[in-house]
């Protein structure tokens, strides 16, 4: 797709969609596996229940779903789709996975890439789409979220998999000239701490022919310092925020709604109140669906759009923060 490159300032959001599968893991059959408890669970972490991903639920139709409802609510014409950015660390295809679903969608004129950032993901494919948008290359992008940890997580141990959950979630953005309803962002990198969350490569020595040896690919269970990356989150999550609130010139009260990455109750409400934003002003759905890595923001986006909480022009602090360690900021106000 060559630019477009007419006047383009702002950003504006057109559209939200999500996805999620069917299987309902709850805490419940979580402790049929592992020594765990509902009230444990709960109480550390505000999880009651998450999907998990079918054979027919992988990252590319979640992501399809998503990203279709998403436009549906846009009205676009599939056509005039110029981008589509697919934030996933858990590819349907190591190669890519956003290519079949813009196969999948018909959007024939859309460049589609995938991009890696863990649960900082989605919010670091809002800003490169935004950018794009905004520099006048491309005028319609469909920025989407998907992972499927499911297959990842080791199912026995009980202090990561009652965690996490799969799912996929979509913004359909459009570059206008009008306003910038993109206000600002901030995004952090710390690989020296990355050892704290991690899906490693497990790599098997085997040779090819005599005296040329070869790792055959896969991949190992997510290992997790939970306590490091709890600390990680209340401490670098508001300083980011605050910093972000600070230059674009906004107070905490002036923000309607507070939408971090779903990662534990406790960081949600412990960055609330260091921002002194109200409780009520909090998004929150990790009780349904726990930590959906790079799906939570838009999923629970869709969600609060869809139910009418979120309204046109409200403004809207978010901030995606993981592996990496990798988090980021953004302050939005949605139409
Ligand atoms: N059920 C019952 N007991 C459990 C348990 C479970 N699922 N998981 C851990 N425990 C036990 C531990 O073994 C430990 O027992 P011990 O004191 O006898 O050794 C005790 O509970 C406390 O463990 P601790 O790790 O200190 O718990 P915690 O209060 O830090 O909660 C997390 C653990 C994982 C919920 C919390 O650290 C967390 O949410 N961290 C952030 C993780 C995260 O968000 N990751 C993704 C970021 S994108």
Redesign the pocket.
Known sequence: MEGINFNQIGVSFKGSGSYVPDQILTNQKISQK????NE??QS??GISERRISSVKDNVNEMGYQAALTAIEMANWDINTIDLIILATSTPHDLFGSAPSIQAKLGAANAVAFDLTA??SGFLFALITASKFLKGGSFKRAVVIGADQLSSFVDWND???C??FGDGAGALAIEATNEFDNFIGFDMRTDGGRGSF?NLPSKNKKDSIVDEIDFLSGGFSEIQ?N??E??KF?VKEVPLILEKLLKKMKYNSDQVDWLLL?Q??QR?LDSVGERLKIPKEKILSNLEKYG?TSAATIPLMMDEAVRDYRIKQNDIIATSG???GLSWGAALIKWG
């Open positions: 592992v020594d765990t408890s444990w669970i550390r972490t863990a649960c009980r202090r990561s009652i965690l969350l997790m939970g306590q990356v709890y989150a990455h990662a534990n960081i930590n923060f993981g592996a």
